[in-house]
């Protein structure tokens, strides 16, 4: 890239990250410090705004930069993304956000400990929803590199590897200064931001085509190199039956996953009611809906104007098609309107990318202080006031260098296909044990904590064993090849694992059924009778 568009992409970087600063600081200097203002933001935010959020958290750099590299390379496979991405939604809305809001106080562990043993549970299911948020955190880092990797003309390993580390530096100071409020805030403003660039984007290959989808779709088509194929199924997961039992197993964790994911479900504790809850899930399903349909324009916009060989050799996982696509949009290299919309996009995705990582950096700090250091304190001692709040904070630090490290190692993959890991994980860990808790009279504690191991430890160690750590030249380790399990994703054997291990737990469980708790619980859940 020129150097004009180095300055004004770095220049308009400084401005969000000094807005977003700005935020944090102002809310540090006005927050009480309590946990419930640290965690939830004191639950004082609308639906509206908590519904800007939830959509600000929620379309990440796997929506915005993996989503349309994957169509702009694979048609028609890679709109799946944006299908299961939306369909999951359905899920949230119609089976956890109120029950969540009303069981919960902050975290998972919450609604699944109000009618168990609350030790077990809480490190089982704070130990899944860290291993879940560090999974999508190595998502956000590699696109974080992808995309200074193209401003900086994609010769500089060393800057890449200093982008990572700032952003897990940046999202490290977001959480432990502003909690929840700050974060909320900058979601809104990211959420609006990328709508806003989303749909001038859009515009803009509309009006390049004279507003005909035909003939986007064709010139799409006839670039790609397959011709009527790029825009039928099976372009990626067709042929062989591994890779149409991975697009299955795809489908399954997009759809099951984001009803787990800890950073989704910590903000329905934000608002003050679950009629709030659902209020803004309903807002951020229109939001998000607006989005990925417009992702497949931007994808196969990319794929028409640019051509898929020329994304493929800026970026082999092809998470860089949307800044290219604006580039020639407005005008070409060297152009000023290309400079001025390359420099916005790159801002707008790199803005993305600070917004959602630091919700989900706050997500996994509450589980490792709100459940797995409340749980492993010496019994009987007295907390500190606030102590939580320290430990959070000193948590974030923790899992930013967790997150650096596996985005270093990471730098090369397709950042929508690692998010689709992340979501396998929360689905087959976290989901069916929050669903047994909410919905089975029977469940108890073996149960919960044999649902969330019997199914984490299989998907991390599918994941381990399969093609993307090893064996494959897109691989992590391409030099070596250690892999026996031939999926690329673990959700189609791990996911009913989970449910599997959850109910031979219960039924072999020698402890009986509370069955005041689960009618307390079942009450509160429906009623919101003694919600916090």
Partial sequence: MTNDHQMLA??????????????????SRNRRGSAEEFYAGGRLFSPLENGFAIAGDYMSAA??????????????DGMLYSVGFLVAWLVVLLLVAELVRNCGRFTLADVVAARMAERPVRIAAGTSSVT????????????????????????????????????GALMVIYVSLGGMRATT???IVKAVLLMAGTIALTVLVLLRFHGDFNELLATAAERSGHGRDFLAPGLRYGGEWTARLDFISLGLALVLGTAGLPHILSRFYTVPTARAARRSVVWSIGLIGGFYLMTIVLGFGAAAIIGPDAVRASNAAGNTAVPLLALDLGGGAGSTGGTVLFAIVAAIAFATILAVVAGITLASSASVAHDLYAS???R???????????????????????AIGLGLLARDLNVAFLVGLAFAVAASANLPVLLYSL??????TRGAVWSVYGGLVPAVLLVVFSPVVSGSPEALFPGVDFHVFPLQNPG???????????????VTSSEPPDAAKHAETEVRALTGAGAV
């Fill in 10 to 27: 770095l220049l308009l970087f400084s401005v969000f990250v000094a807005v977003t600063l700005g935020i944090t600081t102002w809310v």
């Fill in 63 to 76: 929506s915005f930069l993996g989503i349309s590299g994957l169509i702009a390379l694979f048609g028609y």
């Fill in 132 to 167: 879940v948020s560090v999974l999508y955190l190595v998502a956000q880092m590699v696109g974080a590199g992808s995309l200074v990797a193209l401003l900086l003309g994609g010769t500089s390993e060393a800057a890449r590897s200093w982008t990572v580390i700032g952003v």
């Fill in 185 to 187: 805030w900058i979601q």
């Fill in 376 to 378: 492993l304190r010496r």
């Fill in 380 to 402: 009987g001692a007295r907390a500190k006031p606030y102590s939580e709040v320290t430990v959070a904070r000193i948590a974030a630090a923790g899992i930013g260098v967790a």
């Fill in 439 to 444: 919905f089975w009279r029977n469940f108890t």
């Fill in 492 to 506: 189609l054997v791990s996911i009913p694992l989970g449910f599997l291990a959850g109910w031979i737990g219960t």
